[in-house]
């Protein structure tokens, strides 16, 4: 599990603080929802926290099994769902399933086949992803990120283009798949997003009232 010290970190954009003067600590194992409303930096927090934004001031320490853990290493720790990320349209199902686990292997080594019945989309198995809907999309993309053997999970605002159904589905695959494993979730307060969370961060805490340069 990977535990995360974020110290006095910054991200702006131009002149405008998206969040300043943000400090918070993750354990490993822990379970954690960043918070806010649409255009609140909840988002571009998560990014930032998963390496794949830059930040522009402070500092960010991630240790993994008691060993730091430098930032180029982080890709093969973290798997990450958002309605932002996109799926490789001009393949199958089963192809982008396949080509998902040549990257980062599924937990207790499920085959593209097992990963297919679990995200319950069998029967389209062999259809173009640019044919799916945006909710069969959004299960693949968290059946992908759930099921992956990593032992940080990120997913910001999970249950999006997702119908009742769905949701619990989604609840119930989380909860199957958190054990030893760090877990960080967006949400705009929908509580069926962050069910499983037992530690909160508001983003709106860190926004200045007024930009500084």
């Keep these: 599990m990977i535990s995360i010290q974020i110290n006095s970190v910054g991200k702006k954009f131009g002149p405008e603080w998206v969040f300043r003067n943000l400090f918070f600590d993750i354990e490993a194992g822990d379970k954690v929802v960043i918070l806010g409303g649409n255009g609140s930096g909840k988002s571009t927090l998560l990014q930032v926290i998963s390496g794949f934004a830059g930040y522009y001031e402070g500092s960010i320490e991630y240790t993994y099994n008691g060993k730091q853990v430098e930032e180029d290493e982080l890709k093969s720790l973290i798997s990450f769902a958002s309605p932002y990320l996109q799926l490789i349209e001009d393949f199958t199902l089963t192809e982008m399933v396949e080509h998902s686990a040549m990257f980062k292997p599924f937990k207790s080594k499920l085959s593209s086949k097992e990963v297919i019945e679990i995200i319950q989309l069998g029967h389209a198995k062999n259809k173009f992803i640019k044919q799916f809907s945006s909710g069969m999309k959004q299960r693949l993309k968290l059946g992908l990120a759930i099921l992956a053997d990593t032992p940080m999970l990120l997913l910001d605002e999970p249950v999006s283009n997702l119908d009742k159904e769905a949701i619990t589905w ?36 860190f926004k200045p009232q007024k930009s500084t340069v």
């Design 170 to 205: 989604y609840k119930d695959l989380l909860t199957k798949n958190s054990e030893d494993r760090t877990v960080i979730v967006c949400s705009n307060k929908i509580d069926d997003e962050y069910f499983l969370c037992t530690k909160q961060l508001d983003v709106t805490n």
